[in-house]
């Protein structure tokens, strides 16, 4: 029996592979195992390869695996496009309406399946993913009862009719498949799970979740890919807690609304990508100016412009950091895991409000919808901090305004909320004086601008980085962020394995840089890495600009729309350990 398996389905987009993986991997999930999922799929509603890789194991995964086992096919392309990825023994179940092909040399074995003619046969082809996901599930002597009750679950609510009619649909996909391979397949035979359900979702439902918990109550955004599954989250949980969506006409509605609810006391997200991101930059420009928390989420993806809307990058950093005109305080967050993205997202509301920033939380297309195992939250962690707000404010016999930017040691003022008494003050995109009155004097801008930027030097974020490795001088340091963090680990067992001592480092906040917390560790190494996807070393840059040590810096860089494999990783590693390139893009054999 094996502890860790890898299935991928695929076939044109529009054809039920992504509710069979739902499926597949929700009754995978209530056997106990932990799983990680990759979708690969197009720019567009209908039509194009699209694909759903899940690694199933019975201990805690982060990456997506080099290989793959089974493969469930619905048509010739689907085959011609992952066949790549099979292993030596690997297994295909195909479409026989299609006459499947294998490629040459591919050491797989193929099971043509009448998936679509069974489905046909019991009413609409529709139901052809429930025959493809019997067969392969039966491949893998799964009891088919813990199946059946996730395709209760997904179909319940269309009636007991359609219920029994997709059950039966499983039931047929599983017994064809078992007579052609003449029983379930013993090397695919999983060790069983330790029988306890996990949490099992992609990051954005976990920056909603984590959103509803640290008390958003308004969020305020526009469509874009991949972030829209976070307002479609909160449209339906907020009503229940008393808050609300509002889905504005584009980004800069979005933003300028955000800021206006955090303004008036509500605590308010927004969501979105590159290109949102871009045209939100004046407005964050005037949340920095006016001293206005905001908390908005950067889920990168392939650009520039439209880029590429459904595939893997890191290339907002320098955007995210720098993309405002003139200088403001900000901070910018970067959660790894499932967990952080819950947990970051509650801090970054407190964050924002403690300091009077923006907070931008930034993840990455896989981090943001990769589905994956991760443990139960523990709500107890959440501590709310509202930050300095005036509630009492005395009463001034001169009748001068409530000084909303007075000046103070650590540059945050009380803000007070509207309709507080006493509290009465002007708020302006302009340069202002302590009261928010328009000034230009020389020694007043001097005076605001050392405020607010002063907030950066006092700015506290719990766990800045993640080290792993216990190495006192490691040869190599790996450094990542997002969504590489369980990839990179994995290459690093590998790597120890043949007596190279690695460290790794997660970057968890990019802004502003955590550089007594970094430079230690990279003093210590005899070489460094820093993995990131994109085509410049963004983050690569971050880390010489703060910490400078440029010689030891070494980048990998990935860019064609793809997440990291571990053994990419670990290839380029080793090239570094024995070239010693100060940049190195993969090579064309790994893209």
């Not at 026989?96 to 489905?119: M, Q, R, S």
């Not at 005899?526 to 880390?543: D, M, R």
């Not at 024995?578 to 893209?591: C, F, M, N, T």
Request: proline share 5%.
């Amino acid at each position: 029996m094996i502890n860790q398996l890898s299935w991928k389905i695929g076939g044109q987009q529009g054809e039920g592979v992504e509710s069979t993986d739902r499926i597949f991997s929700t009754a995978l999930n209530r056997l106990g195992y932990y799983l990680y999922g990759y979708r690969h799929f197009s720019s567009r509603i209908k039509g194009g390869h699209t694909n759903n890789k899940i690694r199933i194991s019975t201990n805690p995964i982060r990456a997506i695996s080099d290989d793959l086992d089974i493969l469930v096919a619905f048509d010739q392309e689907s085959i011609d496009f992952n066949a790549h990825e099979l292993r030596e023994g690997g297994v295909v179940v195909a479409d026989a309406k299609f006459n499947p092909v294998i490629p040459e040399g591919t050491k797989a074995t193929l099971f043509a399946v009448p998936i679509t003619a069974i489905a046909e046969e019991l009413g609409t082809s529709l139901m052809k993913n429930m025959v493809a996901s019997g067969a392969s599930w039966a491949l893998l002597g799964l009891p088919l009862e813990v199946f059946n009750k996730a395709v209760e679950e997904e179909f319940g609510r269309k009636g007991p009719a359609i219920v029994e009619k997709n059950i039966e649909a499983v039931r047929r996909g599983a017994e064809y498949v078992l007579e052609l391979a003449g029983g379930p397949l013993e090397e695919f035979k999983l060790q069983p799970a330790d029988g306890k359900q996990k949490l099992f979702m992609i990051g954005n439902d976990a920056i909603a979740l984590g959103a509803l918990a640290a008390g958003c109550r308004i969020m305020s955004a526009y469509p874009i890919t991949p972030a829209s599954e976070i307002m479609e989250y909160l449209i339906k949980k907020l009503p229940k807690f008393g808050g609300t969506v509002v889905q504005t006409e584009d980004e800069i509605a979005a933003i300028t609304m955000a800021i206006g609810s955090n303004y008036a006391g509500v605590r308010t997200m927004t969501a979105s990508a590159g290109p949102g991101l871009s045209l939100m930059m004046e407005a964050i420009g005037l949340a920095g100016m006016t001293e206005t928390p905001v908390v908005i989420v950067d889920t990168q993806r392939g650009g520039p412009s439209t880029g590429l809307p459904t595939k893997q990058e890191q290339s907002d950093i320098h955007a995210l950091i720098y993309g405002t005109h003139g200088e403001i305080p900000k901070i910018v967050l970067s959660p790894s895991s499932i967990e952080e993205c819950f947990y970051d997202t509650v801090q970054a509301f407190n964050l924002a409000e403690k300091y009077q920033v923006p907070v931008i939380l930034a993840t990455d297309l896989q981090l943001s919808l990769g589905k994956q195992s991760c443990e139960e939250l523990d709500y107890s962690k959440i501590v709310i901090d509202r930050g300095n707000i005036a509630t009492e404010i005395p009463d001034r016999e001169d009748g001068s305004l409530f000084k909303r930017y007075e000046l103070t040691e650590n540059g945050i003022s009380s803000r007070a909320l509207p309709g507080t008494k006493n509290g009465i003050h002007h708020v302006t995109g302009v340069e202002h004086d302590e009261t928010g009155r328009p000034s230009e004097s020389p020694v007043n801008r001097i005076k605001m601008m050392d405020k607010r930027l002063g907030k950066m030097d006092n700015i506290e974020v719990e766990n800045p980085i993640h080290i792993q490795g216990t190495h006192e001088e490691p040869d190599l340091l790996i450094i990542g962020m997002g969504s590489t963090g369980g990839t990179i680990d994995q290459a690093r067992v590998h790597l120890e394995a043949e007596g190279v001592k690695t460290s790794h480092m997660t970057v968890r906040l990019l802004h502003p840089f955590p550089v007594q917390e970094v430079l230690p560790h990279i003093q210590k190494a005899k070489n460094v890495v820093v993995l990131e996807n994109n085509a410049t070393g963004q983050l690569a840059s971050l880390i010489k600009l703060n910490v400078g040590l440029h010689e030891k810096i070494n980048s990998v860089l990935k860019y064609d729309g793809n997440p990291f494999l571990p053994s990419e990783v670990y290839s380029e590693s080793k090239k570094v350990l024995s070239d010693g390139p100060s940049a190195q893009r993969l090579s064309e054999e790994l893209v």
